[in-house]
């Protein structure tokens, strides 16, 4: 079992990240210490978790005990909505950098297709509760965020919650410098994403899976909506394995050669998502966790879905 991913760039990413969204400041420099000691060597961030301030504390503490090197670590980013206009996009990635106390990113991501409003509010909202957007387009972005990478600034870029017809008319921009190195999706045995990791998969896009285990703690979580983690037939599998539920709905991406990111500010729990390399599902086992599909979104960003670069609504 590979534990990289290869970008087109010739990187080699982390099979195994850790995720640090929602992961309170107050304890995210311990998760993130712990997950470096434990073995992690990727660290997914973003501007809009408000936390990268402490990741980068931990990074750098660690670092100057010795435990790892900057370039053993692959630091992944986002650019957020509010800045997808051209002219702010170099000055997101500073604020990132400088929070991060890093002179570069492994990977920067477009977080969302869809640019809202610039200002002082991460999510600005009309009278009606829904994103004012920006005139932005995430193709003008996309130039921007090539100047990054000429810039030194950023080793890979890519793009996050893009639907394939918005990729493609990335793939099909005038003087394309850089394709997209990576696609970040939410993805769990309730919503597999096959055919959209099949395209990224075909224009040699690796695809990195978020909310693998279904986002139990999002903050919009409804008390009816599906358990992915309780599932019988998640359970039943990791019996066999003599596993846990998380270490099964781990393994699966990785199997699908996706990148995976759990998010966990638990130190046993940080430890036992890391334990996943020593055992491998059938095929069979993967097919039954594949059958459990039902299109089902822990983010549907239901904040944007009126705005025009909204990317759920085509099938993929």
Known sequence: MATYV????????????LGTWKSPKNKVKEAVKKAIDVGYRHIDCAYVYENENEVGEAIDEKIKEGVVKREDLF????????????PLVRKACQLSLSALKLDYLDLYLIHWPAGLKAGDKDLPLDERG????????????????????DAGMVKAIGI????????ERILNKPGLKYKPANNQIECHPYLTQEKLIEYCHSKDISVTAYSPLG???????????????????????????????????????????????????????IEENFKVFDFELTKEETDTIL????????????????????????EF
Request: with cysteine.
């Open 160 to 167: 996050s919650n893009f639907n394939h017809e918005q990729i």
């Open 291 to 314: 059958s459990l599909n039902m299109n089902w979104r822990a983010c549907p960003n239901q904040w944007s879905v009126e705005h025009k670069h909204y990317p759920f609504n085509i």
């Open 215 to 269: 986002s139990v703690d999002r903050p919009w979580a409804k008390p009816d909506e599906p358990s992915v983690l309780e599932n019988p037939k998640v359970k039943a599998i990791a019996e066999k394995h003599k596993k846990t539920p998380a270490q099964v709905l781990l393994r699966f991406p990785m199997q699908r050669h996706l990148a995976v990111i759990p998010k966990s500010i638990t130190p046993a729990r």
């Open 6 to 17: 290869i970008l087109n760039t010739g990187a080699k990413m982390p099979i195994l990240g």
């Open 75 to 86: 630091i992944v980013s986002k650019l957020w909505c509010t800045f997808l206009e051209k």
């Open 130 to 149: 829904l994103a004012i957007p920006s005139d932005a387009d995430y193709v003008d972005t996309w130039e921007a965020m090539e100047e990054l990478v």
